[in-house]
């Protein structure tokens, strides 16, 4: 209710009088009582009381009592706390377009938060992988009426599952208007087990007001399976190029990191053709050096072949004295990739192919040259191609709230119809980083049916 609210009131009176007595305030009119009124807001509502002057007509009494009459109209949860502001007003005997007598109205007022009694939340990661164990949830908190806009929590925490790092979601994320929020937390290790498939457990969050759990709800979220460390024999010649095990949206970003086996040879130069799909993600534009023995001033160029992208990249060693350019997984580089935005969610098997064009000793000898490379990915096997998992942002889930939770029926009153807005919010499957605040493009609002009716 924004501005003026006018509600009419009437009381039965003795046997025999009619239901709408004719008063005045502070005075006397034949045929009736003379009335004083107070009109108040209280913490549950606005407080209406009428009280005879004396014991005669309209207001029935018993021996020498007075009897008053007291109302309490609960309007407050109508109005969006802290924002609206509102009077209300009351007539006996109609409305003021039908002679009804005044009896005041209230100053404005406007209404306080009240603490969240209601969270619901939904997941968005839908499989939480080791190699990315962010958590992520969407929750929506209402008050006691139904209210988004809630005094702001002390905390919302995150118990179930073990933890690396903070169990608090950042409350910077709830929209005060919406009640919508999000929390990202990190998995322990302890949580990824190796085998295959994938295992499930609770995750509840709760609502915290200086100490006291006004709140919770419980989720379910999946945990995949370790996959195992991937390496090449020992004493063994190759490349090894490492793939994430988790899944990949449209237009996210990600790294492959390359590592040598030069079997007793020092490796001083190298040079990598590093071959993808271009319909699945493309080269970045950065290549990186993976630790302080290599640098790659020869240069990083790209190019098309047999269908395939691919970027060929040279390297040299920063000293040749160096035994950690010798023997098994020697740390290359790392590639920026990103997946190209219009990639269908599938399982690419054969997204990336390596070719070792040289491994060069210090006296300028290939010792290996011209062979394939080998891929560490999500089948936790040595493969001869790259697989990368490609996923959508499918909707994971709604959250719904609507604009005024109650209201007040006036059509008797002043033929107005009333109505409130149902809002929908639709949550999508993301990958958040740490203390992010994961509020993306991806979330967006949704349409409620015309066929949905209260």
């Avoid at 071959?275 to 023995?293: E, Q, R």
């Avoid at 740390?331 to 219009?342: A, D």
């Avoid at 958040?432 to 605040?437: D, E, F, L, Q, V």
Wanted: hydrophobic share 40%.
């Amino acid at each position: 209710t924004t501005g003026t609210t006018s509600t009419g009131s009437s009381s039965t009176g003795t046997s025999g009088t009619s239901d709408v007595f004719p008063v005045t305030t502070g005075g006397s009119t034949t045929g009736g009582p003379c009335v004083d009124s107070c009109m108040s807001v209280g913490a549950d509502g606005v407080v209406l009381r009428l009280a005879p002057t004396s014991p005669t007509g309209g207001f029935p009494s018993a021996g020498s009592s007075i009897f008053s009459s007291s109302r309490t109209f609960r309007t407050f949860s109508a109005l969006v706390p802290g924002v609206q502001s509102a009077t209300v007003s009351a007539w006996v005997g109609g409305s003021p377009c039908s002679g009804g007598l005044s009896l005041g109205s209230t100053p404005s007022f406007t209404t306080s938060t009240m603490p969240a009694a209601n969270i619901s939340a939904v997941i968005r990661t839908t499989t939480v992988y080791a190699d990315y164990p962010m958590l992520s949830v969407a929750f929506a908190l209402r008050d006691a009426d139904g209210r988004p806009r809630v005094r702001t929590p002390t905390s919302v925490l995150v118990s179930g599952p073990a933890l690396a790092g903070s169990a608090s979601c950042n409350l910077g994320t709830v929209d005060a208007a919406t009640g919508v929020g999000f929390c990202d937390v990190q998995l322990a290790s302890s949580e990824f087990v190796m085998g295959t498939g994938t295992s499930s457990g609770s995750v509840t969050l709760s609502v915290v007001y200086s100490g006291n759990v006004t709140a919770s709800t419980t989720l379910q979220a999946t945990v995949a399976r370790l996959v195992p460390t991937v390496t090449l024999p020992a004493g063994s010649f190759g490349l090894l190029a490492s793939l994430p095990t988790s899944p990949r949206l449209p237009s996210e970003n990600f790294t492959v990191s390359i590592a040598g086996y030069s079997g007793s040879d020092v490796l001083a130069f190298f040079q990598i053709d590093l071959y993808f799909d271009p319909t699945v993600v493309a080269y970045a534009g950065d290549a990186t050096a993976t630790s302080l023995l290599y640098t790659l001033n020869l240069g990083v160029t790209n190019g098309t072949a047999g269908g395939m992208s691919f970027v060929s990249i040279i390297g040299a060693a920063k000293s040749t004295a160096s035994p950690s350019i010798v023997g098994d997984n020697i740390q290359l580089l790392s590639v920026l990739f990103t997946v190209v935005p219009g990639a269908a969610p599938a399982d690419y098997a054969d997204a990336f192919r390596a070719t070792v064009i040289a491994f060069t000793d210090i006296s300028n000898r290939r010792f290996y040259q011209v062979q394939p490379g080998w891929f560490a990915d999500a089948r936790g096997t040595a493969q001869s191609s790259g697989q990368l998992t490609v996923w959508s942002a499918m909707a994971t889930g709604l959250l719904a709230y609507v604009s005024v939770p109650e209201i007040f029926n006036t059509h008797g009153l002043n033929g107005t119809s009333q109505s409130s807005t149902i809002n929908v919010r639709i949550v999508r499957r993301s990958r958040c980083t740490t203390g992010s605040n994961c509020l993306t493009s991806a979330d967006s609002s949704g349409n409620v049916a015309s066929s949905c009716t209260a």
